[in-house]
Nanobody, 127 residues
Framework: QVQLVESGGGLVQAGGSLRLSCAQSGRTFSTYATSWFRQAPGKEREFVAT????????VYADSVKGRFTISRDNAKNTMYLQMNSLKPEDTAIYYC????????????????????WGQGTQVTVSS
C-alpha cells in the first residue's frame, strides 16, 4: 500500500505562484510514476503532469506547459508541483496519484491507470 498526502494549496491572485507537495509513505519503492491531476467544480478530473520514479521523465498537459514544473525527491519520498503564472482557470482541487508497476507512457494521462490517490488540496486563483 502507498499513502499520499497533498499540501500547499491556498488562495492566490492571478499571476502568482504556489508549490504543492505530495508526501508518500508505505511501499513507495513500488511506484513507477506519480502524477498530478485536478478537478474543477462541475468538470471531470484532468491530467496535469507526471514524473517517473527512476528516470525522472516528465510529461505535461498543454494547458500548463511552461508554467508548471513537476519534480520529486526520492530521498524524501515527496513529489512537488511548482505552479507559476497562475490563472483563474487553474482553480481546482489538485490530487496526486501513484501508479504501481510499469505503465506505457501514453497511458499516464488517464486517471484509471493509477492505483493510489491522495485526498486533494484546494487551489483558488482570484482574478
Amino acid at each position: 500500500q502507498v499513502q499520499l498526502v497533498e499540501s500547499g494549496g491556498g488562495l492566490v491572485q492571478a499571476g502568482g505562484s504556489l508549490r504543492l507537495s505530495c508526501a508518500q509513505s508505505g511501499r513507495t519503492f513500488s511506484t513507477y510514476a506519480t502524477s498530478w491531476f485536478r478537478q474543477a467544480p462541475g468538470k471531470e478530473r484532468e491530467f496535469v503532469a507526471t514524473i517517473t520514479r527512476s528516470s525522472g521523465n516528465t510529461v505535461y498537459a498543454d494547458s500548463v506547459k511552461g508554467r508548471f514544473t513537476i519534480s520529486r525527491d526520492n530521498a524524501k519520498n515527496t513529489m512537488y508541483l511548482q505552479m507559476n503564472s497562475l490563472k483563474p482557470e487553474d482553480t481546482a482541487i489538485y490530487y496526486c496519484a501513484a501508479a504501481a508497476g510499469f505503465r506505457v507512457a501514453g497511458l499516464l494521462a488517464r486517471s484509471d491507470v493509477y492505483d493510489y490517490w491522495g485526498q486533494g488540496t484546494q487551489v483558488t486563483v482570484s482574478s
